[in-house]
């Protein structure tokens, strides 16, 4: 019997101690669970503190945005935007150096475009990649966006639109020497098919319109086209106003600034070049002019320069202050060369010297072109020195200049240019090479350009 209950008595305590054995367990457990709850919800706190305190992915902070006056940008083509490889080259530029702006084709002379629903898709095509990836890139960095529509120069359009055409007198397509087609500037058409172009690519999120090609054709059998109208040095150029016009109603609502590219000698010429180019009436309708004043581009002895191509200081300086004789400086924004050409080599001093050349013009926005891409970083400040351009002297500039007047010279090639003829024509000035000064962009300018090619604008 006492065996017994001495056995009760430890079964006893052995159920006790198990539910007290339990019974800690299950609290430790609860204990546990309460603290894995406990720093769960701490770490959940933990972490919205941090979300809050660091912005997620889409909440970037701003980064400050170039503004269209404090622009320093350099030419891509839309492969070139898209090619991995360029990218690298250009990025390093925009993050090192004192170029904080692109100028992107979204249309090039070939016509071909990656815009969709524009025009019913006539000039769609699937081989030209997006610019909105690259676009995205280029507004992360705070830079300033111009996207470069090719205006009546097209080798699509004309032949999927022969009505929008210029035609030969027997009705077939006009071709320029290169055999490229062109849009009608008379045709209300072909103006709607540039301008809901122009829209859509705004929308991309562009600051900048530039319209390039915006004239008649220069070179070529110009006596055969037939433009459906009267045609002369007058209808020509209040057709190109009249383009302008229409462009900025349609864009400025949009917050778009428009710019244009120009033949260089329309900063010094009072004609029309038979193009329809009137810089100072052109002006009035848009924010920015872009005069293509390469040196390479001038006929030996323009300017009264023997070589203009060899004095790029010279050329450009004296350029500009025929343009700013016309229209507001505040409205001119150059295109620069940074590619060598007949025979003479551009690196770093020349490329400089005409960067110099327009801040003595108190010009401080300007555009480097090269049809390959490839820009000389070497002729480039660092984005610690970009603002460290100062204005050179009176007599430094007349130093650089040669003691040359270049009212003087400006005024003796304008007295040398006769007055275009109705059928819009320039004859040569007397004592220039055979090549018509007219033709100074159109003669240098391939059938597309791409990473492949190297083709100077």
């Given amino acids: 019997m006492r065996k017994i209950s001495l056995a009760l008595i430890l079964l006893s305590f052995c159920l006790v101690s198990t539910n007290i054995f339990a019974e800690q367990e299950i609290e430790s457990v609860e204990i546990l669970v309460q603290q894995d709850k406990v720093a769960g919800s701490e770490q959940v706190q933990k972490t919205e503190q941090i979300e809050e305190e660091q912005p997620k ?3 970037k902070p701003q980064v400050e945005q170039i503004s269209a006056d404090q622009a320093k940008g350099m030419h891509l083509t839309i492969y070139a935007a898209a090619s991995q490889q360029h990218k690298i080259r250009t990025n390093d530029l925009l993050d090192n150096t004192e170029m904080n702006a692109v ?3 979204i249309k ?22 997006s610019v909105l990836p690259y676009l995205k890139q280029v507004k992360e960095k705070g830079m300033y966006a111009i996207a470069r529509i090719v205006v009546f120069r097209d080798n699509v359009m004309p032949r999927k639109r022969p009505d929008l055409a210029v035609k030969n007198p027997d009705g077939s397509l006009w071709q320029d020497r290169k055999q490229l087609t062109w849009l009608n500037p008379y045709k209300q058409g072909a103006v709607d098919y540039i301008l809901e172009l122009a829209e859509k690519t705004a929308d991309m999120g562009f600051d900048e319109i530039q319209f390039d090609y915006i004239r008649f054709p220069s070179d070529g059998n110009t006596k055969n086209c037939r433009y459906g109208v009267e045609h002369s040095s007058t209808t020509a150029s209040a057709a190109i106003v009249d383009f302008l016009k229409q462009a900025k109603k349609r864009l400025a609502p949009k917050g778009i600034k428009v710019s244009i590219d120009v033949f260089g000698l329309t900063t010094t010429e009072k004609t029309d070049m038979g193009i329809g180019q009137k810089i100072v009436e052109m002006t009035e309708q848009v924010d920015y002019v872009s005069p293509m004043i390469y040196p390479s581009h001038y006929n030996n002895g323009e300017y009264g320069i023997p070589n203009p191509n060899k004095e790029p200081y010279r050329t450009v300086y004296i350029a500009l202050q025929g343009a700013k004789k016309r229209i507001p400086v505040e409205k001119l924004r ?3 060369q940074d590619f060598s050409m007949k025979g003479v080599k551009y690196g770093p001093a020349e490329i ?4 110099q050349a327009c801040y003595d013009c108190g010009v401080k926005t300007w555009l480097l072109w090269n049809a390959a891409c490839r820009y000389t970083k070497g002729g480039l400040k660092s984005k610690k020195d970009q603002f460290s351009y100062k204005k050179s002297s009176d007599e430094k500039i007349k130093e650089l200049l040669k003691y040359k007047d270049p009212n003087t010279s400006m005024q003796t090639r304008a007295n040398n240019v006769n007055k275009p003829a109705n059928n819009g024509a320039v004859k040569k000035p007397a004592g220039t090479s055979a090549a018509k000064p007219a033709a100074q962009k ?3 300018n391939n059938v597309k350009k791409s990473t492949k090619t190297a083709t100077q604008k």
């Fill in 57 to 59: 992915e889409e909440e």
């Fill in 352 to 355: 400089q010297a005409q960067i």
């Fill in 103 to 105: 100028v992107i084709d």
């Fill in 442 to 444: 159109a003669a240098t």
């Fill in 334 to 336: 150059p295109w620069l």
């Fill in 108 to 129: 090039e002379i070939d016509g071909d475009i990656s815009v969709k629903n524009v025009a019913n898709g006539l000039s769609y095509s699937k081989s030209v990649p």
